[in-house]
């Protein structure tokens, strides 16, 4: 879905989400967090969503030139790549938003980018995002396109050689955790976006809460506030 | 036309205006001061506090349901003291009436959060959580027994300097029994309601939604419910009445005045429209306005039956 806000797409930074509200309608009630795609011309911002469920049945049937209140930028962002590291983005299924935008960010650096669908049919194309020049590796679960298996299995090479790297990842928790486990375990700094039910946005509901890493001084992290990007070692991945 | 009046009188307490943002769905105020000037609402109420910090319950915490939203926080907040030295001082700096949610979890904790907040400079009440369980009563919900919900009233008022609210659960079989029982312990003024119980099974997993299996319902498809609550408690105690329950726009808040509310406090609309409860003021004063109506005081009550 493509929204114009100068205001929004000018001041959002990769990894940065907005709370759409779908319909005035007080049946769904509440905002719908989306990681930022894509911004054009400093005033376009792009969303994707699948359907699944009522909300998003409802942005399908948006029609064109409809009037939809948006809440953000909100929530901290990506850090940026050291000048020397080695970037390896890895995505699974709608994931793969917020690196689209972090990756179109960093122009011209090379990225190992890995993006996993469910089926070939799902994948979405690199140029609707914005992405040029950015070579996409491939993996589904059903193997009709690309690596037969989850995206997961093309971590390992990427996290291979010398070269100090940073990962940055974004998907389905279970993905995320195997992500986050590997560099953890390997040593590899890693950026997660995380998703989670919202009713504000704002840090006032505490409804987000993901529970933090050993090393962290609360409990509780808030995605809207806290995130949605965290490094990897503030999350208790075993945890729900 | 003339203006309307929209200053309100809850017993003790006096308001610019009866709009008022509900605990828990505004955080400490400034959460949402960059949407909402909170110099023009009627009054704030903080998130609930206890003694201690807790850190809440485990996620998911939050589920959307028909019209509405399950919620099991879990009280989640940073303690008393910790309310004091952080946020107090910005929400003193403000021209609006803050009111602090406190809970506790035993008689005694009721009393040492009023306490410890006692003589605060900058708090304008209290607001007495009752809905939550009483360790020494093997987690009975202190709310639910008149006599407790009496007990926890004249314990907070004989450690408070401030008007006490009284915030009824509407998981009861007679309100206006808590009511009255809350009323004769001496509190100053009844907001209500508090959430009602529900619960969401996912089909898939089989398992409760919510990692606490239960949450708090609330949202318009609790309103009429919310509304016979308090047009109810109003016939049945002389004390003021806040409204509250799925207040999404003016007509909402109306609904609750006219059924004798004195005030209305707006909770889960702020989550859809951050910017409700101004929607709402400005909504209330031209209905006023368009009637003729000269005192906001005029429109409390004011049912055709």
Known sequence: MELESPSIASAAKPGQFVMLRVSESSDPLLRRPFSVCSTRDGAILLLLYRVVGKGTRIMAGTKAGSLLSVLGPLGRGFEAPGAGEACLFVAGGMGIAPLAFLARSLGERHISFKAGYGTAAEIIAPELMGMKGIEIALATDDGSAGYHGPVTGLLEKGLGGESRKIVYSCGPLPMLRKVADRCLEKGVACQVSLESAMACGLGACQGCAVKAGPGEERAYLHVCGDGPVFDASAIDWGGE | ?305
Not at chain 2, 247 to 257: C, G, S
């Open chain 2, 1 to 305: 036309m003339n203006q309307p009046d929209l200053k309100v009188t809850l017993g003790p307490l006096e308001l610019k205006n009866p709009v008022i943002a509900a605990s828990g769905t505004f955080g400490y105020g400034q959460e949402y001061a960059p949407l909402v000037d909170p110099n023009l609402l009627g009054g704030i109420v903080v998130k609930g506090l206890s003694l201690k910090p807790r850190p809440g319950n485990r996620p998911p915490r939050i589920v959307e349901t028909p019209a509405g939203m399950l919620n099991a926080i879990g009280l989640a907040n940073i303690g008393v003291e910790a309310f004091l030295r952080e946020k107090l001082p910005w929400l003193r700096s403000l021209d609006t009436a803050v009111m602090v949610n406190i809970y506790g979890h035993s008689l005694e904790e009721y009393g040492e959060v009023a306490a410890a907040l006692r003589g605060a400079e900058g708090v304008a009440a209290l607001e007495v959580n009752i809905s939550c369980p009483n360790v020494d009563r093997g987690g009975m919900v202190f709310g639910t027994d008149p006599a407790v919900s009496a007990a926890v009233t004249e314990t907070v008022l004989k450690n408070m300097d401030k008007p006490v609210i009284v915030k009824l659960t509407p998981n009861v079989t007679d309100i206006c029994a808590v009511a009255r029982a809350v009323e004769n312990a001496g509190a100053h003024a009844l907001s209500l309601i508090n959430t009602l119980t529900g619960m969401v099974i996912d089909t898939k997993t089989g398992r409760p939604v919510l990692a606490n299996v239960s949450g708090g319902l609330s949202g318009p498809a609790i309103r009429p419910v919310a509304l016979h609550m308090v047009y109810r408690v109003v016939r049945a105690v002389k004390i003021p009445v806040i409204g509250i329950g799925g207040i999404m726009e003016p007509d909402d808040a109306l609904q609750f005045l006219m059924a004798g509310a004195g005030a209305v406090q707006v909770g889960t609309g702020n989550f859809a429209n951050p910017r409700a409860t101004l929607e709402i003021l400005e909504g209330i004063g031209k209905y006023c306005a368009e009637k003729g109506i000269l005192r906001i005081g005029d429109l409390t009550g004011g049912l055709n039956e």
